[in-house]
Structure formats: structure tokens, C-alpha cells
């Protein structure tokens, strides 16, 4: 005989599983006990929606789904944020919940929240395991479901009375490589055309292009067309940055100078893009056409509808665009000679004596190699990071623009740093996002993390009381007060420095770093130029006129 503890927890070392997050609860017990029998690292973290974080992340970096667990009722709901984290930004997920016993019932409602029928909206899956003998194949179900295009998260809620109950053991469900649909030859021929007649054509990479296994061949393609490309904001990175063809990151929807391109187009590859993403721009009657390149069909919305699609496996079906169109596209760099100007407004005043963001973003870059990974949090610097910061390897610069949720940062980086303990891994949080997960710190402390958190300090909730400027309201209730950081940071056991002066910034985060360990960074910054450049400059920048 075995528990269906026992067998919830070989399903999972069935698909990889090697580390759980969370916080369980005493309907969690015997799937505890099972977990300590096994080969399974649990990570108890200091709030739930810090596992959802972490979990999430696991499954952005490595394409395989991440797991957390919770208890009922309260510790259950506090995962909502994070599936929808998960279920927005496409990253592969397992979420287990208990619950009270289903077969009697003793201690009434007490506590028993309906969280299958909550996570449904939230989840691609939600299932409650009502029988044990059901657990292998409910896992392996959650897992394809989780892990196949496109990726989100899976609830499974185990009752504390089935995960107690004992069976006969059941086996466990052979897991396989699932491989995906290519392109049509018709769509890739019709696409192939579109290109090769196009007077001025320009890519853009979006979320789904930096899925990991798809990353190489998305570089290739771009060195076997020589079109010039730009990003979505988690599109950053899918092509190495250094790249002589790169015009920009589109971290508004337009008017930005990136849009001088995307204005001159008259033909826009979309690869990988994801509507649940800002638009990167706006699709209108006398604009470029759009070429939709995705593991499925476009969602087509009101700024975005394209007129050819090629829907399959993303990098196959790059490759087998590529074998038609290499060498033949006359007007590959039409836009090129665009670049430099765009590229040189935007590193404007990068060296300002003044904690600008502009500073920030270049004293950062300067100090991460060409493998570190910042997590950015959610707030205004985002906007600059996502313009200014030149990505050199994929997924190196993870930010939120799906659900764009604050507090995602810190578990987000703690999450890199376990998967690469030996690169650079640096958060970057304003005091707002920070300190709605800054419990976390203990966590990072009590793994040993080698961590730095970069905290933006303007004692306000910067992003929404900016805006509040440029709708012209009175400047009201976005405005706190803050604890000493470097104190705050001590009482956890990290390290902490307060910088105040800008000549100091590029130093500190460098002594952090060689330092080791978990070390908050504090600096003011100065959202002045969130107004002249974000505002002002791009107010003056009318659309190019378009050439025939």
C-alpha cells in the first residue's frame, strides 16, 4: 500500500521536479512528510505570493513549469496575483493547494474557500484530486497542459483526506518530448513574398520570442535577412543586443523615437508577439502591413490585425522563412540608416551628474557583465530601463509587461539567483514595489543568495503620481514615508548602503557584488525627466512622413 502523498510527490519527481516554494499548512502535512522522504528541496518562503513569483520564474527561465504550494482558504487565495502573473506573462506553472477533508466533513465551513472554481479565470487547468488512483495522470496532465504552447499556470487542490489515504500503488505516466506543428508551406510562401517585395521591411520580437529553446534560431534568423528588428519590452534580449540591426526597444506605444522606424515600415514581421503585452504600437489604416510570426494564430485587436499569418513551431518555421528569403530581400536595410539617430536621443544625458534614470540605467550596464540578469519590479524607471538597457544575451532583463504587477522583482531575482548562482543577478524595485515583498529578504538571506537589490527611493508610487502631473490633477495621496533601509536590511542579516551622491552609485554596486551575499543598494532618483523626455521631447516629435 502507499499514501496518496507518497504518489503526488513521485509524480512529481516523475516530471523533474527538483525544488517546491511556498508556505504549506496542517492540510499540507503528509504531502510535507512525503517531501522530506524525497529528493525534492522545499523552500518555505514569508508570504504566498512570493512562491507564485518564484515559481513562475523558474518556468520563464527554463521553459520547465515551477511549483509552489499553499495550505486552504487564505494561504490559497494569496497565490491569485501570482497566477495571474503566470497566466498573463505565458510561464509554466504548477500551483498545489490543500484543503479539508472531502469525505467527511468536521469542522464545518471553517476556513473552506471554493479555490478551484477561484482559479479557473486564473489558470489554463484547475482540478481538485478527488481519488488517489487519479494522481498520476492528473500530474502529468497539469504538467503538458502547464508546459505546451501557450505556457500558464495549472492548480491542483489535494484534500488533506486524500492525501492521507492509502491505495494500491499505481503507476506512474511515462512522460515524452512533445514536438510541434511546422508552418504551412503556402503560409511560409505567401509570407516569403510579402517580404521580398517590401520597400521597407522591419522585425520585431516580442514575449513568445524568448521562450529559451527558441532563442538561437530567432539570432539566426536575423543574421541570415539582415532586416534591422526592434522589441517588445519582453521581447528585450531575444537577439543579442550588440547586433549592428537593432533599432530600439518600443517601451511606449508610440511617438517614441523607435517609432520613427515603425512610422517609415511598410512591412512589420511580428515574431513571438503577444497581445497581453503594452502595445509596442498601434495599427491603423495607412500604416505598415504585419506579418504575424507565432506558435499560434494572432488575437486580433483593435490596434492589431495583420493581413498574413505563419503559425507553427517558432523556430523551424524561422528557419524554413529564412531558406526562402535569404539573399533575396533587395530593400533588407532600408532603415538602417535610422538607427543611429534613434539610438543616440534615447542615451541622451546618460552621463548627467544627477541621479536621472537615464544615469541609473548606464551605471547599471556598467557594472553588469554580459550574463547578468536584472529583475526589474513595476514602476517608472521600467519605462527607461526598457529603452535605455542593452540586452547581449536572452533573458537577461526580466520585467513584467502582461500583468505588470508590483512586487514580482525581488522573488523574481531570488529565483535567477538559484538557477545561476554564479552569474551577477541584481534586482531593481522602487520603495513602493520593495516593500510589498520585502519580507523576502529573510528568504535570500536564509539561502545564502548571492544578491544585489538596487532600491530607487522617492518616497512615493512614482509611476501613477506622475501621471496624476500629466492629467494635470492636484499632486495628492501617492505620497509615504519609508523605514532606514540600511537598517531594514541588517535587521535581516544582509548588508545595506545608502548612496548619496551619483559619482558613488557605480562603485557601491560593484563592491556589493564582489562582496557577496544579499546587499541593498538605497539611491535616490530624480523623475524630473520623466516629463521633459517622456512628455515634453516626444509631444514635439510628429510621425515621419511616410516616403512612397
Known amino acids: 500500500m502507499t499514501k496518496g502523498s507518497d504518489l503526488f510527490v513521485a509524480a512529481l519527481e516523475n516530471e523533474g521536479v527538483d525544488r517546491i516554494f511556498g508556505i504549506p499548512g496542517e492540510e499540507n502535512l503528509d504531502i510535507v512528510e512525503s517531501i522530506r522522504r524525497s529528493s525534492i528541496q522545499l523552500i518555505l518562503t514569508r508570504h504566498e505570493q512570493a512562491a507564485a513569483f518564484m515559481a513562475a520564474t523558474y518556468g520563464r527561465l527554463t521553459g520547465k513549469a515551477g511549483v509552489c504550494i499553499t495550505t486552504l482558504g487564505p494561504g490559497a487565495l494569496n497565490l491569485t496575483t501570482g497566477a495571474a502573473y503566470a497566466l498573463l506573462g505565458a ?3 504548477i500551483m498545489i493547494t490543500g484543503q479539508k477533508g472531502i469525505l467527511s466533513s468536521r469542522q464545518a465551513r471553517f476556513q473552506i474557500v471554493d479555490i478551484v472554481a477561484a482559479m479557473k479565470p486564473l489558470t489554463k487547468l484547475s482540478r481538485q484530486i478527488v481519488s488517489p488512483k487519479m494522481i498520476p495522470s492528473l500530474v502529468r496532465e497539469a504538467f503538458r497542459v502547464a508546459q505546451e504552447e501557450r505556457p500558464g499556470p495549472v492548480h491542483l487542490e489535494l484534500p488533506e483526506d486524500i492525501a492521507a489515504a492509502e491505495c494500491e500503488p499505481v503507476a506512474l505516466v ?23 517585395e517590401a520597400k521597407r521591411p522591419l522585425l520585431m520580437f516580442g514575449a513568445a520570442a524568448s521562450r529559451p529553446r527558441v532563442t538561437p ?34 517601451a511606449l ?7 520613427e522606424a515603425i512610422e517609415q515600415a511598410d512591412l512589420i514581421i511580428t515574431i513571438g508577439h503577444d497581445t497581453v503585452e503594452k502595445p509596442p504600437f498601434i495599427m491603423g489604416a495607412n500604416g505598415p502591413k504585419v506579418i504575424h510570426v507565432g506558435y499560434h494564430s494572432a488575437d ?34 532600408a532603415l538602417l540608416p535610422l538607427r543611429e539617430g534613434i539610438l543616440s536621443r534615447i542615451a541622451v544625458r546618460a552621463t548627467e551628474d544627477r541621479f536621472t534614470p537615464q544615469r541609473i540605467v548606464h551605471d547599471v550596464r556598467a557594472v553588469m557583465p554580459a550574463d547578468g540578469i536584472l529583475a526589474l519590479d513595476n514602476g517608472m524607471y521600467k519605462i527607461w530601463f526598457a529603452r535605455n538597457y542593452r540586452t547581449r544575451m536572452a533573458n537577461t532583463l526580466l520585467l513584467d509587461n502582461a500583468l505588470a504587477t508590483m512586487g514580482a522583482g525581488l522573488p523574481s531575482a531570488m529565483m535567477a539567483s538559484l538557477l545561476y548562482p554564479t552569474r551577477r543577478v541584481m534586482a531593481i524595485c522602487g520603495d513602493g514595489g520593495f516593500m510589498m515583498n520585502s519580507q523576502e529578504l529573510e528568504t535570500a538571506v536564509r539561502l545564502k543568495l548571492n544578491l544585489v537589490i538596487l532600491l530607487l ?11 496624476q502631473a500629466v492629467d494635470e490633477f492636484p499632486d495628492f495621496g501617492m505620497t509615504f514615508g519609508n523605514p532606514d533601509f540600511v537598517k531594514y536590511a541588517e535587521a535581516y542579516g544582509a548588508k545595506g548602503t545608502s548612496v548619496t551622491e551619483i559619482a558613488d552609485l557605480r562603485p557601491a554596486l560593484e563592491q556589493a557584488f564582489t562582496g557577496g551575499g544579499v546587499h541593498l543598494v538605497v539611491v535616490p532618483i530624480d523623475y524630473s525627466e520623466n516629463t521633459r523626455v517622456l512628455v515634453d521631447e516626444l509631444r514635439e516629435r510628429l510621425p515621419a512622413p511616410r516616403t512612397s
Open 91 to 93: 510561464m509554466p506553472m
Open 174 to 196: 511515462p512522460t515524452h518530448p512533445v514536438e510541434l506543428p511546422l508552418a504551412s508551406p503556402g503560409a511560409l510562401d505567401r509570407a516569403a513574398r510579402m517580404i521580398m
Open 217 to 250: 534560431d530567432v539570432a539566426q534568423f536575423v543574421l541570415r535577412t539582415q532586416i534591422p528588428y526592434f522589441t517588445t519590452q519582453m521581447g528585450k534580449g531575444t537577439v543579442p543586443g550588440g547586433t549592428e540591426l537593432y533599432m530600439g526597444t518600443a
Open 253 to 259: 506605444s508610440e511617438r517614441d523615437y523607435v517609432h
Open 300 to 333: 486580433v485587436e483593435q490596434v492589431y490585425f495583420p493581413q498574413a499569418e505563419i503559425v507553427g513551431d517558432l523556430g523551424p518555421s524561422l528557419a524554413l522563412l529564412a531558406d526562402r528569403i535569404e539573399g533575396k530581400i533587395p530593400n533588407a536595410q
Open 457 to 467: 527611493e522617492d518616497h512615493a508610487y512614482g509611476m501613477i503620481r506622475w501621471k
